[in-house]
Structure formats: structure tokens, C-alpha cells
Nanobody, 121 residues
Framework: QVQLVESGGGLVQPGGSLRLACTAS????????MGWYRQAPDNQRELVAV???????NYADSVKGRFTISRDIAKNTVNLQMNSLKPEDTAVYYC???????????????WGQGTQVTVSS
């Protein structure tokens, strides 16, 4: 089994910054991609940003230029630096990881428990 533990959420004023972190632990051979999704009340979960094992990144249009995803492969950690936050960024943010448990297996997607980000004055 694999566990993803997120940290760094909270309350911030518009224009402020937050940094989210997520660490994977457990039965891990390697991790293909790691990413962040978010879900606001009454909305579907949406992609925020993803980073592959080779460092390629993809961002939602709504966060491009404001958010930066990064990864420490050795520590099985992914971070999300969020700058110039807006009230519409308010949501529960979920980390995920595509984990390959051993040499012979395909990947399995795991999710964290979520961390609340609230942008409000």
C-alpha cells in the first residue's frame, strides 16, 4: 500500500501565497507522475498541475504563471507553490501519484486526503 500525506493548506488573503507539499510512502518501486487536483463546493475535481518523472509539467490555464509544481524524486515528494492567489482558487487540493509497486507491475493511482485552501479577505 501507498500513503500520500499533504500539508501546507490554510487561509490566505487575495494576492498572497501558499506552498503545498505531498509525500508518498509505502510500497514504491518508482513513481511515474505526480500532480495536484482541486475540488470546490458543487464543482467537479479538476487538474491543477502535473509533473512527470522526467520533469515535464502541465498546468490548468487558470493557474499558468501563478502556480509552480516541482518534485523531489529521491524523497517521493511533490510541491505546489501558489502565488497571486485569487478567491476562485478556494478549494480542497488533492495530491496524486501514479505508483509502480515493482518491476513487473503497471502503475496504480493513489490520492491524498486533501488539504483546504481558502483565499479570502
Amino acid at each position: 500500500q501507498v500513503q500520500l500525506v499533504e500539508s501546507g493548506g490554510g487561509l490566505v488573503q487575495p494576492g498572497g501565497s501558499l506552498r503545498l507539499a505531498c509525500t508518498a510512502s509505502g510500497s514504491i518501486f518508482r513513481i511515474r507522475a505526480m500532480g495536484w487536483y482541486r475540488q470546490a463546493p458543487d464543482n467537479q475535481r479538476e487538474l491543477v498541475a502535473v509533473i512527470t518523472s522526467s520533469g515535464n509539467t502541465n498546468y490548468a490555464d487558470s493557474v499558468k504563471g501563478r502556480f509552480t509544481i516541482s518534485r523531489d524524486i529521491a524523497k517521493n515528494t511533490v510541491n505546489l507553490q501558489m502565488n497571486s492567489l485569487k478567491p476562485e482558487d478556494t478549494a480542497v487540493y488533492y495530491c496524486n501519484a501514479d505508483v509502480v509497486p515493482d518491476y513487473y507491475s503497471s502503475y496504480v493511482r493513489y490520492w491524498g486526503q486533501g488539504t483546504q485552501v481558502t483565499v479570502s479577505s
